[in-house]
């Protein structure tokens, strides 16, 4: 898609997108260049989540899509890995890690990770995930606890 396309140029540009409210969260594409998912941080239960994308043509970042999230995403990152056929996968974190699934214009929530049994979580302030081993996502909580799933088994 942008294959003559680059951020050294020597035209040397610099690309900015103005989301309408204030970002939280942000992480680049692994599969599109100068793709990115940003988060929002509103003082309310739901939040926001775009996707956005640099249009070459106008050189300017076009929202391509956007979904509701509970709380403020504290971390967002797309799925390491690169070969996983024509969609995507957007991690997510919050109230809980979330995975989505991002196809075109359309996503869906995939699946919701909790070892919760009670209905009350602690929020998580941050995740990561494994470049090595694509399955595997690290979750870091306020209670001071460390999860590690799989997310084929959906399992810690």
């Known amino acids: 898609f942008f294959d ?5 140029s020597p035209s040397g540009e610099i690309f900015d997108y103005a989301a309408p ?3 939280y969260a942000m992480n680049w594409s692994n599969r599109a260049p100068f793709r990115l998912a940003i988060g929002s ?3 309310e239960y739901t939040n926001t989540v775009q996707i956005v994308e640099l249009d070459k043509n106008t050189s300017q970042f076009q929202k391509i899509t956007e979904f509701a999230h509970p709380y403020p995403p504290t971390k967002i990152m797309w799925n ?3 070969d996983v056929g024509g969609s995507d996968l957007l991690a997510t974190t919050g109230d809980f ?3 989505w699934q991002v196809n075109g214009t359309s996503v869906k929530e995939k699946h919701l990770f909790s070892t ?3 209905g009350h979580c602690a929020p998580l302030t941050s995740f990561d995930w494994n470049s090595v081993e694509p399955s595997i996502i690290g979750t870091a909580s306020i209670d ?3 999860t590690i799933w799989n997310i084929q088994t959906q399992q810690p």
């Open 4 to 8: 003559n396309f680059s951020m050294s």
């Open 21 to 23: 409210w204030l970002i």
């Open 41 to 43: 941080f509103v003082e």
């Open 80 to 82: 390491p890995d690169t």
């Open 97 to 99: 890690l979330r995975l």
């Open 116 to 118: 919760n049994t009670t």
């Open 144 to 146: 001071t606890t460390c």
